[in-house]
């Protein structure tokens, strides 16, 4: 397990540390905010397409083999990226790096749902919460640190030396713990998938401003989608299960953790806009006010994961979705206040809140499903959640452009707080729909440990 997590935390650190290179990168390559962005942007595209393809690669390769290649891609990716001569060879190093991140992050979260009995997954996926969290709050200071005093490519350099080490390990940690499932490939499936990516690419861009050419894609990747859906349901052996879905403990799983990962994207995309436009703070200062948060959202998936397995989990997420609501609350009442340390305390209530109700979430929606369907699962709720993300930044952005706009007679300042009070007053309301549904997955999950155990029984 330990090599596993150390090779999704050398992926999930190349994720959170890129930020901060942006500035360096855009002075060295001569490009523009909007061309380094790609980094993210077209990282997050090709991430999509590979995530709802995973569940195949699980089923016809042994997990050594699959496991290794990721490590291997991710490699050549990040030599590309230390070698670029230009910043379009960085943008293909990066791309490459997305397609291992989007085999590997709902793999592994399969894996450990797959070797962990049902009593202890709560801890295991705390732990598995643990390191990604801790990717996202170190990551911005390692690039920092390695900016300042080394080059942009020592940052990458990093990235692969935590590959080499995890690839070593492989040899005497890793084990084919997957079962194999041999089926051909659905090109067609594969295809109509590129809606996912689609509707995240038109979703982000829309966050610019309402454009006939990117809602005529979102149009149209939602087309794919519906023919994505279909295919599958009417296949014998389809390419992603989406009978999934049929368990509603499932579903309410998608749902909370759809909205506990809005609750954390709204925070870090949101939020640093508040420190600039409002309390006037430089870039890298508003990016370090989020560590503690960051840091506190690492420390405490493993103490929820624990309460998950020795409590009731429809406790542990109301207690996340109870702080989700209060700190996004308390930010609605006091962005007029301008004061720091007053955000700053929020943003770690917010991000406490996601610590019980991600990670939790995931693993009692899980545990709704037999073994079998568990690749395809942790596959739909990577994919949902990254749709669901983007779809929150898009309301979001327009919801804090269009109050800014429309509040402008109280002066420029007045009308921004309005805008971020609004923002944080929606995604309040959003949180209280997910305290609802908490309520909800824990009458499923005891109505299916009911029929198991009827099922035993007979």
């Known amino acids: 397990m330990i090599t596993l997590l150390m090779g999704t935390f050398g992926m999930s650190i190349s994720q ?19 061309t380094v962005q790609w980094l993210t942007t077209g990282f997050m595209l090709v991430m999509s397409i590979l995530i709802p393809v995973s569940p195949w690669l699980l089923n016809n390769l042994r ?34 790096e997305a397609v291992a991140v989007g085999i590997i992050f709902p793999s592994y ?15 295991t996926m705390g732990i598995a919460g643990l390191v990604m969290g801790s990717a996202l709050a170190v990551g911005p200071i390692i690039s920092g640190i390695i900016l300042q005093y080394i080059s942009w490519q020592a940052i990458f350099g990093l990235f692969l030396v935590l590959m080499l080490v995890a690839f070593i390990a492989s040899y005497a940690f890793i084990k084919n713990v997957m079962p194999r499932h041999r089926q051909p490939i659905d090109l067609f499936s594969v295809v109509y998938a590129l809606g996912f990516p689609g509707v995240m690419w038109a979703l982000n861009e829309l966050t610019h401003g309402l454009q006939f050419g990117w809602l005529i894609l979102l149009v149209a ?95 542990v997420i109301a ?15 006091f962005a007029s206040r301008r004061q720091l340390w007053i955000a700053i305390i929020m943003a770690i209530i917010t991000e406490s809140g996601n610590a019980f109700v991600m990670m939790p979430a995931v693993t009692m929606g899980s545990n709704a499903l037999p073994e079998d369907l568990l690749a395809h699962g942790t596959a739909v709720i990577t994919t949902a959640r990254q749709i669901l993300g983007s779809l929150g930044v898009m309301v979001a952005t327009q919801v804090l452009t269009l109050v ?30 997910g305290l609802i549904l908490t309520f909800q997955i ?3 999950a005891l109505a299916v440990r009911h029929e198991r155990a009827t099922k035993g029984v007979q």
């Not at 959170?16 to 909007?34: E, H, I, K």
């Not at 023919?227 to 009978?243: G, M």
């Not at 998936?301 to 998950?308: E, M, Q, S, T, V």
């Open 221 to 315: 990747s939602i087309v794919a989608i519906w023919a994505f859906i279909r295919r599958q349901n009417r296949q014998k052996v389809p390419f992603l299960q989406l009978r999934v879905f049929r368990a509603k403990a499932f579903r309410y799983g998608v749902y909370l953790t759809g909205i506990s990962y809005i609750a954390l994207i709204v925070t870090t995309i949101i939020m640093p806009l508040y420190f600039q436009q409002v309390l006037h703070i430089s870039p890298l200062a508003s990016g370090l006010s989020l560590v503690p948060a960051a840091v506190v959202l690492s420390l405490l998936n493993p103490i929820a994961g624990k309460l998950f397995d020795h409590w009731s989990g429809t406790k």
């Open 319 to 333: 207690l996340g979705m109870s702080l989700i609501v209060v700190g996004m609350g308390l930010m609605t009442l």
């Open 16 to 34: 959170s540390a890129m930020s901060t290179a942006y500035p360096t990168l855009m002075r060295t390559f001569q490009v523009g905010a909007d």
């Open 109 to 123: 979260q399969t894996v450990l749902l797959t070797i962990t009995p049902e009593a202890n997954r709560g801890f």
């Open 442 to 444: 824990q009458r499923q």
């Open 63 to 96: 997990f050594k083999t699959l496991f290794r290649g990721v490590l291997l891609v991710f490699s050549l990716g990040t030599l590309l990226c230390i070698s670029a001569p230009s910043f379009w060879v960085l943008l293909a190093g990066r791309l490459l």
């Open 404 to 433: 800014t706009q429309h509040s402008q007679y109280l002066g420029q300042l007045p009308a921004q707080i309005r805008g971020f009070q609004m923002t944080f007053g929606l995604f309040t309301v959003i949180g209280i729909l």
